[in-house]
């Protein structure tokens, strides 16, 4: 019979957060600081025990908050071997997470997803070569990612890994295999460099970058990050390395493409934050027509 889990206060010195998918993202670290200076609960993070130390699931957003705030503890739901017996139940988990509680970044995504194919692969037959993978088959074991898999323990794997994405996401084949792409294009580093840009948020953005090597992945990061930014877009850092004429666009032609890729719930909160500038803009245009109709 598997040990249930418990809940109770753990010493964040013994907490390993390492080898994340995702990099922590300071804006919701000062968020969680703010929220519990002002008495709020943050919830349990959770982790595995491991001898002396406790590897984290989930939670690594409020494990940095806690260090940042000078704590000693937090409190933790606390797993055993048993109920993660590996890494990759752990990984398994941490994906799952990320799909479900965040609204995660077209980078993001596609990290998340470049992680669960590996693993995915790893555990099934290879097919139309006429073998398994090492390890094929085997169960992996997890404390809540049943949803990422049929059957109990069983992977819920379709025959392609983009088709059991897809299904699981409600979205494209071609979305899961772009976004695949660009994790496996996108070298670690510039991800890291990125993680917090609008660079990380535009699928054609990142699908260029995917396609430079390393180096010059890096470079075009350089362009885009100086202060003030050399380039506005991975395209225009591109031209710049070779040497291209560039035309500028003016301040409002970058504002009126980025606005033209807005969800329709992102553009109607936009008109919402600028409705009283809107509405001036409004009295003055009809003004100028009724003085141009009176004047005719």
């Not at 994405?165 to 580093?189: K, T």
């Not at 970058?209 to 050399?230: G, M, N, T, V």
């Not at 070779?242 to 970058?254: C, H, M, P, T, Y």
Request: charge should be neutral; include cysteine.
């Amino acid at each position: 019979m598997t040990a249930a889990a418990t809940i109770r206060a753990i010493e964040i010195a013994r907490i390993d957060d390492t080898n994340r998918l995702r990099p922590v993202n300071p804006g919701a670290v000062a968020a969680l600081m703010e929220a519990y200076q002002g008495g709020g609960d943050w919830g349990a993070i959770r982790v595995v025990e491991r001898g002396d130390t406790f590897k984290l699931v989930f939670g690594a957003q409020r494990v940095d908050a806690a260090r940042r705030l000078g704590l000693t503890e937090i409190v933790a739901e606390i797993c055993t071997v048993e109920q993660y017996p590996d890494d990759t139940a752990i990984r398994l988990d941490e994906i799952q997470e990320n799909f479900v509680r965040y609204e995660l970044t077209k980078l993001d995504r596609a990290v998340n997803l470049a992680a669960w194919k590996a693993i995915y692969e790893a555990e099934i037959p290879v097919a139309g070569h006429g073998g398994r993978r090492r390890g094929a088959g085997r169960k992996i074991k997890s404390q809540n990612s049943a949803s990422l898999r049929k059957g109990g323990e069983q992977p819920a794997f379709a025959e392609r890994f983009s088709a059991a994405a897809a299904a699981f996401l409600d979205i494209s084949e071609r979305s899961v295999q772009l976004a695949v792409q660009i994790a496996e294009g996108v070298c670690p580093e510039a991800r890291l460099r990125i993680a917090f840009t609008d660079a990380a948020k535009n699928q054609a953005e990142l699908l260029l970058l995917a396609k430079e090597p390393p180096a010059r992945q890096l470079a075009i990061c350089d362009l885009l990050l100086s202060e003030p930014p050399a380039a506005h877009g991975v395209g225009e850092a591109i031209a710049i390395l070779d040497g291209l004429q560039i035309v500028k666009l003016a301040g409002w032609e970058r504002l009126s493409g980025a606005f033209a890729r807005l969800k329709p719930a992102e553009q109607q909160a936009f008109y919402a934050a600028h409705e009283d500038e809107i509405r001036a803009w409004l009295a003055i245009r009809d003004a100028v027509a009724a003085r141009r109709r009176k004047a005719a």
